[in-house]
């Protein structure tokens, strides 16, 4: 088979979307659940039903576009998310939607039927940004949390999911967990730098790295930074910055794929002549090796606490969050690559640094991810972008992976 | 002569100034040129006229009043300030006037004249809290800053500051700089541990430490922190957490009195798992000596350098304040640690971390300074604290300085 998507019909697609919600600054901001959410479901699904797809909600608003195969069984299924942050951009999520239904009308418009059924899915609230936690669709459709609870959950603006889910009306009948399909696959842009610095077209995902989060508070003694001799402080400040520095050190001994980072960091008072009483700061851990995240984890801990002895400060930490790594399947990771390479790209297998719906897939079937790259990894952001020759690249390989999946055997 | 100040009429005079402007925490908030200020203000100089001192009031508010000695000549000052900060102590500048106002009343009831005329003085607008810079009365009256330039500094409040002077009717008629004192020595609190820690009750100053305040901001590159491996990172946090870390290091290896605090750091956005594209922070570099602190300077900025260059972050820097260390008279400085012997107490030579109006005067005359202890080197706190037995060995001892100054031969 050597069919090819029309990058041109997707780009314009990827584009039409983007103005809805659109920020005015190249970005646009489709909160989950608002009305430009409504109105960008709206459109996603009015293409899915031009296409002819069955077109079906689930209880927690998931949307599943199915075409019929040749037999009747589990459909391959690709998708993501349309949803975006406050400040997002055009691409995240909404390419693997929309790539996935470019996928099935180029299938459709060259009378290709393959064995399986295919489906296109999009997910609800995967950015987390207005209800948390986020890939929040996803988890609901695999079974991690109860679709009731999912309801109660408030978002920032006080609003109460059920209720938005209703009042945009895409409450759906079908039941959550949903189906299981016989593989899932989904096209991304990395939201990272590495492809972009390594010259490489396509990522071949192979798991979605594991997080830990915690919050540390250090509690010391204020004092004034002029009068108070070295030997007499107890700063919460110092401890802090031990911590970054130390994270750092860790992630450089532990090596790849192992990162560590120190985004939140405060002092109090935060004065120039006062040695701070307390401070704050969040340190994140990643890697795609659990035990290795683990023994990360332990020996931080280890840091901190001798940092807090040698200061003589307090300590106090917070888990704030905890995933452990997703493997995604070896022979999807396997047909990535090798349809990539097929397709004359440069690849590389990597790592996700970012959650996405394809782990919570992965826990009810083989699942895997493409990735194409962010120029200067920007996401998250207007400034977001992916070069056509990359969107086009991206979705082909996933017309490709996808058709090979759809013409496996289907065994009852 | 075996003298001896009456505690309970110095202390009570303590209480009853720090009864104006309470803030009913046990501090009070008599910021410079306020209402407040003024009821201060009145209060002592009504004190001062029931002694029949001369009271003078100078063109930036500073009020000196002398008692004549037995031949005329230039006087033997004592002093401090009697403005608070916002948060402000009760003892923080006004032991030292009304310690001052003591020892000439133990003199006037001993019927004790000594050859040389005395005056106690309070200055304005120490603190600086309302009108920077702080020192500020102390700085005209040395000739520091023109009368005229001080009137239009304009206060957090909007406030002009001559106009406020006028307004609270403390715009006298004594020309500045003012008169130069044979010699002016100060009692304060110490604001901060040391005494206390090493069990001690008088501190005689040896001179006021130079300080450099830098703010420094790193410009990094905005990441996500699980996407954007350690080594394609600019992390500005990292950055500014290494320069708190290298900071102390500098400290340590350079040794007391060095001091160096990073008291404000702040990161942006400031989220757990997006690496800080910005970051700010200050260092306060210390030191009484002139040419270490340099040093420590110079060393400091090769290490920032180091820093912004190895993560490839940009730095700015901004000199937010300098002031060269100052060298109390050693005469003086030897007075105060002999007559506190003499006294019985346990006695160290130490520098002021805090600056002082004592470090204008030392523009003028030999100057010198007496610290008492204190209790958890709290200050610019309700909960200032010195003990009523250390408050009395503190004027006990500037009673004898004071005295053996106002001894001295005039030559003239």
């Known amino acids: 088979m050597d069919l090819r998507i029309d990058a041109a019909r997707l780009l314009s697609r990827l584009e039409e979307l983007g103005r809805v919600g659109a920020?005015?600054?190249?970005?646009?901001?489709?909160?989950?659940?608002?009305?430009e959410d409504r109105q960008g479901r709206d459109l996603v699904v009015t293409w899915m039903r031009d296409l002819g797809l069955d077109v079906q909600v689930d209880a927690i608003?998931?949307?599943v576009a199915l075409r019929d195969g040749r037999e009747p069984g589990p459909p391959v299924m690709c998708g993501s998310h349309i949803d975006t942050v406050a400040t997002g951009g055009i691409y995240d999520g909404n390419l693997g939607v929309l790539a996935g239904l470019e996928v099935l009308e180029t299938l459709a418009s060259a009378g290709v039927v393959p064995r399986r059924p295919m489906a296109v899915a999009f997910f609800t609230d995967e950015e987390g940004s207005r209800f948390a936690p986020d890939m929040l669709g996803s988890l609901v459709y695999a079974g991690g949390m109860p679709v009731e609870e999912a309801y109660d959950?408030?978002?920032?603006?006080?609003?109460?999911?059920?209720?938005?889910?209703?009042?945009?009306?895409?409450?759906?009948?079908?039941?959550?967990?949903g189906l299981v399909p016989h593989a899932y696959v989904e096209l991304h842009i990395e939201q990272g730098p590495v492809l972009e610095h390594h010259d490489e077209v396509i990522g071949a995902v192979t798991g979605v790295q594991g997080i830990s989060w915690q919050e540390v508070r250090f509690g010391g003694q204020f004092n004034h930074a002029g009068t108070t001799p070295l030997a007499l402080r107890h700063d919460a400040g110092f401890a802090a910055a031990s911590v970054a520095v130390a994270a750092r050190a860790l992630a450089r001994e532990l090596g790849p794929p192992q990162v560590a980072t120190v985004g939140k960091l405060d002092l109090r008072p935060g004065l120039v002549n006062v040695v701070s009483g307390r401070s704050t700061l969040t340190v994140d851990l990643r890697n795609t090796e659990g035990d290795v995240l683990a023994d990360a984890e332990r020996r931080m801990a280890e840091e901190i606490d001798r940092i807090a002895s040698e200061e003589g400060v307090t300590v106090e930490r917070r888990q704030l969050a905890r995933f452990d790594p997703v493997q995604f399947d070896d022979r999807i990771v396997g047909l990535v690559e090798e349809t990539a390479h097929g397709h004359g790209h440069?690849?590389?297998?990597?790592?996700?640094?970012?959650?996405?719906?394809?782990?919570?897939?992965?826990?009810?079937?083989?699942?895997?991810?493409?990735?194409?790259?962010?120029?200067?990894?920007?996401?998250?952001?207007?400034?977001?972008?992916?070069?056509?020759?990359?969107?086009?690249?991206?979705a082909n390989v996933l017309l490709h992976v996808l058709h090979r999946l759809a013409e496996e055997e289907i065994v009852s």
């Open 346 to 394: 440069a690849v590389r297998r990597l790592p996700s640094g970012a959650g996405h719906d394809a782990q919570m897939l992965a826990r009810l079937c083989p699942s895997g991810m493409v990735f194409v790259p962010s120029v200067g990894g920007i996401s998250h952001n207007p400034a977001e972008f992916t070069s056509p020759g990359h969107v086009e690249a991206g």
């Open 61 to 63: 608003g998931n949307v």
């Open 23 to 35: 920020t005015g600054d190249g970005g646009c901001a489709r909160l989950a659940l608002t009305d």
């Open 153 to 177: 959950l408030v978002g920032i603006d006080g609003a109460r999911l059920g209720d938005e889910l209703a009042r945009i009306g895409y409450l759906g009948s079908l039941p959550c967990p």
